[in-house]
């Protein structure tokens, strides 16, 4: 799928440090990407897990995620965030070497990205973007 082609223009940093590999599932339009990458530092999956939940509470609130359930793709239909870090699906393959499995809804999750980006847009009263988020009554923390 377009998400591991689009990795590298997205984070140009991590160019031959980091291998992903994204495949559709059955669901309709919920995605899974799957990244291997190997780590400067000993990271443990259980302080990757509380760090992106961690982020999930705080400025990524409604973006990031952690499930600890057992999941499976229809379980994050029409879910908001744009990544929801599968704990149990993660694999710590040595101390600095993570398999990382986060399951997303493709076209919700990017139409609510959508909405986050208008609503940023309304601050700036002058903006024509800001015009249509007002007509279209985009209120922030709300999912339309």
Same mark, same amino acid.
């Given at each position: 799928?377009?998400?591991?082609? #689009?990795?590298?223009?997205?984070?140009?940093?991590? *160019?031959?440090? /980091?291998?992903?590999? !994204?495949? $559709?599932?059955?669901?309709?339009?919920?995605?899974? /990407?799957?990244?291997?990458? *190997?780590?400067?530092?000993?990271?443990?999956?259980?302080?990757?897990?509380?760090?992106?939940?961690?982020?999930?509470?705080?400025?990524?609130?409604? /973006?990031?995620?952690?499930?600890?359930?057992?999941?499976? $793709?229809?379980?994050?239909? *029409?879910?908001?965030?744009?990544?929801?870090?599968?704990?149990?699906?993660?694999?710590?393959?040595?101390?600095?070497?993570?398999?990382?499995?986060?399951?997303?809804?493709?076209?919700?999750? !990017?139409?609510?990205?959508?909405?986050? !980006?208008?609503?940023?847009?309304?601050?700036?009263? $002058? $903006?024509?973007? #800001? !015009?249509?988020? *007002?007509?279209?009554?985009?209120?922030?923390?709300?999912?339309?």
């Amino acid at each position: 799928p377009r998400a591991t082609r #689009a990795r590298p223009q997205a984070c140009p940093a991590l *160019r031959g440090r /980091v291998a992903s590999v !994204a495949f $559709s599932v059955p669901a309709v339009a919920v995605s899974a /990407v799957d990244i291997t990458a *190997r780590l400067r530092r000993p990271v443990t999956v259980e302080a990757l897990a509380q760090a992106v939940a961690r982020a999930g509470a705080g400025r990524a609130r409604g /973006v990031l995620g952690v499930t600890r359930e057992a999941a499976v $793709s229809s379980d994050f239909l *029409r879910d908001p965030r744009s990544a929801v870090l599968d704990v149990g699906a993660c694999l710590q393959l040595s101390p600095r070497f993570l398999k990382v499995v986060a399951w997303y809804d493709q076209e919700w999750s !990017a139409a609510c990205r959508a909405v986050d !980006a208008l609503r940023l847009c309304r601050a700036v009263d $002058s $903006s024509p973007v #800001a !015009a249509l988020s *007002r007509s279209l009554r985009l209120t922030p923390g709300r999912t339309q």
